[in-house]
């Protein structure tokens, strides 16, 4: 047993090292100069795409849909989850998807601008879950500051320890927002995106393994099918 653990934790560690190495990793100014410039011409272009009517409609105001929290993770990004996130996504994003981290921004999305969602979102090849795993006391205070409020078992498998951080922030949501969701106001939604297929649910997919605090498979994709039924109805109703 203790031989199968002490494997484990390697692993996670060896999964740690890319995105929390000891010593730090440098970057390249010419690269980034480079860089710039596509981003500036990629706005450009965005900019003649949309035109100006788009951007006065911004303007007006905010009432995004969903309030996600989700990674910094580079690979995580809302193209994923809307074709038109601009006013419908209040994105807060920060390393473990987690709200103690972040909870002044998640409690604005829900409190002021009134999401009637709070989609929480873990991601499979997580670096911030492979180092909560392990050990991560030589990495910079404030980095460890923010892994020491992700609580997962030393040595868990990376994706056991994505879904269990997943399920403590809609505990954490529940805790904070469960008035609204008795309600009726709010929908706390836990999910997966894995991009490296780690659930066999399909590369890509997005997972939902929570709904409201309630975990079991069966009873989430009721509770989502039940949901998706009352849109309906409501859209035909009008």
């Known amino acids: 047993m203790f031989k199968k653990q002490l494997t484990a934790l390697l692993a996670a560690l060896a999964l740690a090292a890319p995105a929390f190495a000891d010593e730090h990793a440098h970057g390249d100014a010419a690269a980034a100069q480079k860089f710039i410039q ?112 992700i609580k997962i078992d030393k040595g868990v498998e990376n994706i056991e320890g994505v879904k269990t951080n997943v399920n403590n922030q809609v505990a954490a949501a529940m805790e904070e927002f469960g008035d609204k969701v008795k309600e009726g106001h709010l929908l706390v939604i836990g999910a997966v995106y894995d991009f490296a297929d780690d659930m066999k649910q399909g590369a890509g997919k997005l997972n939902a393994i929570n709904v409201n605090g309630e975990t079991d498979p069966a009873k989430i994709k009721e509770a989502l099918a039940s949901k998706a039924a009352g849109e309906h109805q409501h859209e035909h109703h009008e």
């Open 38 to 149: 596509e981003i500036m011409a990629t706005n450009s272009h965005y900019d003649k795409v949309k035109g100006p009517k788009f951007f006065q409609e911004l303007a007006k105001g905010q009432h995004p849909r969903a309030t996600v929290v989700t990674c910094s993770d580079s690979r995580v990004h809302t193209n994923m989850l809307d074709k038109t996130p601009e006013g419908d996504l209040f994105m807060v994003r920060d390393i473990g998807n987690q709200i103690a981290t972040a909870k002044g921004s998640v409690e604005y999305g829900v409190n002021h601008l009134a999401s009637s969602l709070l989609l929480i979102i873990g991601h499979s090849k997580c670096g911030a879950i492979a180092a909560a795993s392990g050990d991560y006391s030589k990495l910079e205070p404030a980095i460890q500051k923010e892994l020491d409020t």
